[in-house]
């Protein structure tokens, strides 16, 4: 995605923060295939296209709809397990189990390691197994300000990302508060 921003194929990564949005369509934009994006039903908060283009294709998107957060966790599920995703996204009202998180591993690993399972969750996130969990805000003066919270073995890291003219994006580190 940009200079610190990386996502492993083949896991599931946590989404969490105001702008978790933003980063998922982020990576959908250089993800190489479709994209499975799966919301509740109960939720207004739809999806904009336009607004998603300067991000993304939303042509690649595919959105769907479920009852209950576990009908969310299972089209994730399935469509990591069938390999024919570039990435399948959860959007959740809180983080799921560890139980459910081991289970997109698991079906991400089946499906050849190729996508990548992303739970969009709110607040600070805390999904239990996940690869990462990555917190996005948006900055005062413009972009995001992007935190790895957790990520196996590695500290945590805290950048502002923003996008240049070229249409690229650019992401420098940024001292603690």
Known sequence: LA?????RTG??????????RVLAA?????????????QSAWNRDRLYPPGMVPFCDPGQILVARGRKPVDLLWTVEESLRSGAVAVAIAELPE????????????????GGGRGIGLLLTPGTG???????????????????????????LEPQTRLHL?????????AHPVASD
Do not use: Y
């Not at 200079?3 to 996502?7: K, M, S, V, Y």
């Open 26 to 38: 982020m990576i959908c934009g250089v993800a190489k295939g479709p994209v499975i994006w799966g």
């Open 95 to 110: 983080p799921p189990g560890l139980t459910p998180v081991r289970r997109l591993h698991l079906a991400a690993e089946a």
């Open 3 to 7: 200079d610190g921003i990386a996502f």
């Open 126 to 152: 805390g999904a239990p197994g996940v690869e990462s969990r990555w917190q996005t805000e948006p900055a005062a003066a413009g972009g995001w300000h992007v935190t790895r919270l957790r990520a196996r």
């Open 11 to 20: 896991r599931v990564h946590e989404l969490c923060g105001r702008s978790r």
């Open 162 to 170: 923003r996008r240049n003219r070229d249409g690229t994006m650019l």
